[in-house]
């Protein structure tokens, strides 16, 4: 059946949602990085095709009328299976130029991903992979954006939404630096762990979320903070030259600890194992190139 003539632009569409979500013509402009009079114009042009009036302005800002309201909530599920569609598109594109879209949380970006893709690649020279880092909740919000086609987190919350495949388990630990006071002592209490400032990585990393998750399961408060960074290099870093512990992978320090240049310190009634985890969307099939390449994921 052919579309009518009275079809709303997607575009504009999807630009007359956002004024209703944002409250106004110039935050939707903006949001859609578009000039304030090309909005108003675009928005007028969707009022008179549909020949109804979908905004009441005013200085303040602009409210959707009563049918501007229900256009709003019928548009939702249209741009919806807009940027599906093209989320759907984009995928047959890489698929068919063997490109795949990958963004992993930094413990697994850093120490497990750069040879495992570098092995994989050796023998497909028309294949490519392009790797973001980030922590692991904006990876699973890239997956949700369709900005990416597999992720890897280590975070412990669960993820219903993402079918998922384990690839291997990290196990944090306490470390300092060899002039720190707890090296003189075999173990400490984890209640001391839990009171004491610890340099850690920023909310929403999984090496944090697995910690205060382990801490209050065991019915201890999250520790504060003396130092938040942004990356687990520079945590570690932080460590090695400052006077605070963290709780870092093992695989991040190992060579610090060979080294000696960082200790590690047993914690009584403390134990953080952790999954790492592939991720992808539960409504998207999983693209060729990205199954391939955890079926040739290392035992690790």
């Known amino acids: ?10 575009t504009a569409l999807d630009l007359f949602v956002s004024v209703v979500e944002l409250g106004s013509v110039s935050k939707a402009a903006a949001a859609h990085q578009i000039a304030q009079p090309s909005a108003s114009s675009r928005v007028r042009y969707l009022e008179k095709q549909l020949g109804i009036s979908l905004l009441e302005r005013s200085p303040s800002g602009s409210v959707p009328t009563a049918a501007g309201s229900l256009v709003a909530g019928w548009a939702e599920a249209t741009i919806r299976s807009a940027h599906e569609l093209n989320a759907g598109v984009d995928a047959l594109k890489a698929r068919r130029a063997g490109r795949l879209r990958v963004v992993a949380s930094l413990t697994i970006a850093e120490y497990l991903l750069p040879s495992w893709l570098e092995k994989f690649l050796r023998n497909r020279p028309d294949d490519s992979i392009k790797l973001e880092v980030a922590n ?6 890239r997956l949700s954006a369709h900005d990416a086609d597999l992720g890897f987190i280590e975070s412990p919350v669960p993820t219903p939404n993402m079918g998922s495949k384990v690839i291997g388990v990290d196990r944090l630990i306490a470390v300092v630096s060899p002039v720190h006071p707890w090296t003189r002592r075999k173990s400490v209490a984890v209640e001391e762990l839990s009171s004491t400032p610890l340099v850690v990585r920023e ?23 003396a130092l938040e960074l942004g990356s687990t290099s520079a945590v570690r870093s932080a460590v090695v030259s400052g ?58």
């Open 1 to 10: 059946m052919p579309l009518s003539p009275t079809t709303p632009d997607l």
């Open 136 to 141: 692991s909740s904006v990876v699973l919000e």
């Open 203 to 225: 909310r929403g990393s999984g090496t944090r979320e697995a910690l205060e998750l382990e801490l209050s399961r065991l019915g201890f408060e999250a520790p504060n903070s």
């Open 243 to 300: 006077t605070s512990p963290t709780v870092i992978s093992e695989r991040a320090v190992s060579a610090d600890l060979a080294a000696g240049s960082l200790v590690e310190i047993a914690i009584d009634g403390l134990r953080v194992d952790r999954e790492l985890r592939a991720v992808w969307p539960k409504t998207r099939p999983l693209p060729q190139l990205a199954d391939e390449l955890l079926k040739a994921a290392p035992a690790t």
